[in-house]
């Protein structure tokens, strides 16, 4: 009786996939993948030749049998596009029903957009709700977003970027004003965090076209807007994103949004680390 394996693959970085992964694809009797021709370029970076079948949102409904009768005989692994399977993804129905037929599924961890995300925003982490792509439609989405408002929760959503401003309004309307963290081209070349408010991000959208797939994570409402960081934090944070071409008035603005300090002195703070 064969394993079904959930295999993470990158979101972005094809460098990020783990040797275990890597093992586990190489020797399972079939992969099924979300997209065949996304997954076939990463296979064939690593020179893995292991068959692919088509497992996505539109076929799951007969393929998810099928897949459990070929497991009778062989291990099979599920990859997405991009991270984790099943996390907006197909994968749920096929794990339920592996475990209902008695096979074992296995779970090789790696790459995530939402904890990528997360742990790169300064936001807490310790606690967090990951609600995925927000509804399509404006009235289920502040639906959604109002129940979730008086959490303490850090929050983390998925957003395409036609949707993008839309969501953004929605969000400022159902949770108020928020620090918000948007991640986008994460692991890639030309990745980008940008921290800013909820009311900041009508502005800022007038100048910067949404581009790609973004991941917003969303200060919780017990965290205090006004809670200020400790100045070695504020440091620590400031040396790791001068590495980026910011301006120090920009970088300043941003780091104000969410450490609690004045801009004037973050910006003053700068110049002193600058000088060494």
Do not use: C
């Not at 692994?77 to 096979?103: F, K, M, Q």
């Not at 790169?120 to 927000?134: E, I, M, Q, R, V």
């Not at 009311?199 to 969303?218: A, C, K, M, N, Q």
């Not at 969410?258 to 002195?265: H, L, Q």
């Amino acid at each position: 009786m064969g394993s079904l394996y959930l295999v993470a693959t990158p979101i972005g970085n094809l460098k990020d996939i783990s040797l275990r992964a890597l093992e586990v694809l190489g020797q399972v009797g079939l992969i099924a993948a979300e997209d065949t021709r996304t997954t076939g370029v990463l296979l064939s970076h690593y020179d893995i030749h292991t068959p692919l079948r088509s497992y996505h949102e539109y076929n799951k409904e007969g393929e998810t049998d099928r897949l459990v009768e070929l497991l009778d005989s062989q291990d099979i692994a599920i990859v997405s596009d991009a991270g984790s399977p099943g996390l907006n993804d197909p994968g749920y129905e096929l794990v339920t029903r592996a475990i209902a037929s008695g096979h074992s599924v296995i779970p090789i961890p790696g790459p995530s957009a939402p904890i990528t995300a997360l742990t790169a925003s300064g936001l807490p982490t310790d606690k967090f709700l990951y609600l995925g792509y927000l509804p399509r439609k404006h009235t289920e989405r502040v639906k959604l977003l109002q129940s979730v408002a008086q959490l303490p929760y850090t929050l983390i959503v998925l957003e395409t970027p036609h949707r993008l401003t839309d969501a953004l309004v929605d969000l400022r309307q159902a949770l108020g004003n928020r620090r918000l963290v948007l991640g986008r081209e994460m692991t890639k070349k030309f990745e980008e965090f940008t921290r800013i408010t909820l009311e900041e991000s009508d502005t800022f959208f007038l100048t910067h076209e949404p581009r790609g797939e973004y991941t917003l994570v969303i200060e919780g409402h017990a965290q205090h807007m006004d809670e200020i960081w400790e100045q070695s934090v504020l440091e620590a944070m400031l040396r790791n994103r001068m590495r980026e071409p910011y301006q120090s008035r920009e970088l300043a603005k941003e780091m104000a949004g969410v450490s609690g300090w004045n801009s004037k002195d973050i910006y003053d703070l700068i110049h002193i680390i600058r000088k060494g």
